[in-house]
């Protein structure tokens, strides 16, 4: 009995960990392009701060991360110390933050940007994510289908706008996933978009994980307690 307990322990903790996400970038001068060696990398994490010292190449990967948004801070004695805000971390995905430009400094200034995240990842073009926060301002969001449609290239909706047709593959070649389990093939549900997490498309480079799909591929993560609770924390943050 005790080890049938610790098998299922150790493939919930294991079920756990590959929820989680990480940040890579690289911190550079930006007056001599050349990398910051040592700069110090961290995030503010459940009022903890988790971080690393870059290498002396200026590359730096942090890691695990519960999905959400982050501020990531980037210092070293010589530059002005420089915050990215809203940083976006996603489970099972690597976050690409790319150069971290630094200018020198002597007043102890500290440089603040919003981070913005690219539509398309550089590590997969085939592959358009949609974070929960930019779906509550689009207003087409009640509409998941009618959305997909007018953001993907290729995607075109059948007469009745009930089936997806990706790249003029038959709709049977397309499949939906939501929170890992495939729900439906050739259509997409409707999910409140208050309710999603990320969404994800693939029209190519489908992963194996995936099945052998030769249409496209729509990856909806809804939001779980916790991340109900974040955002009452930070709307009670923000009143007046």
């Given at each position: ?38 700069a ?12 690393v ?31 990215k ?36 990842r ?10 929960g ?44 996933f ?42 909806i ?12 924390q ?7």
């Amino acid at each position: 009995m005790k080890l049938l307990t610790m098998i299922f322990g150790m493939i919930s903790i294991g079920a756990m960990a590959q929820n989680y996400g990480e940040i890579k970038g690289r911190v550079m001068d930006e007056v001599l392009g050349e990398p910051v060696p040592f700069a110090h990398v961290w995030v503010d994490h459940a009022g903890d701060a988790i971080g690393v010292v870059a290498d002396d190449d200026g590359r730096f990967a942090i890691k695990p991360f519960e999905p959400g948004r982050y501020d990531l801070h980037v210092k070293d004695v010589r530059f002005t110390e420089s915050i990215k805000k809203g940083v976006e971390v996603r489970s099972n995905e690597i976050t690409f933050i790319g150069v971290i430009g630094m200018t020198f400094n002597t007043l102890g200034v500290v440089e603040v940007k919003e981070y913005i995240e690219p539509l398309i990842r550089p590590d997969n073009p085939e592959k358009i994510t949609i974070s929960g926060p930019d779906l509550r301002q689009r207003a087409d969001a009640r509409n998941t289908r009618a959305m997909i449609v007018s953001l993907i290239p290729g995607v075109t909706a059948s007469a009745d706008g009930q089936q997806l047709y990706f790249r003029g593959s038959r709709p049977e070649n397309m499949v939906t996933f939501i929170d890992g389990v495939k729900v439906t093939a050739g259509e997409v549900p409707n999910v409140p978009s208050n309710a999603i997490q990320n969404l994800s498309v693939y029209t190519g480079g489908i992963p194996a994980k995936y099945g052998d799909m030769t249409g496209g591929v729509v990856v909806i993560e809804t939001k779980g307690y916790m991340d109900f609770y974040r955002e009452s924390q930070r709307q009670l943050t923000n009143l007046p």
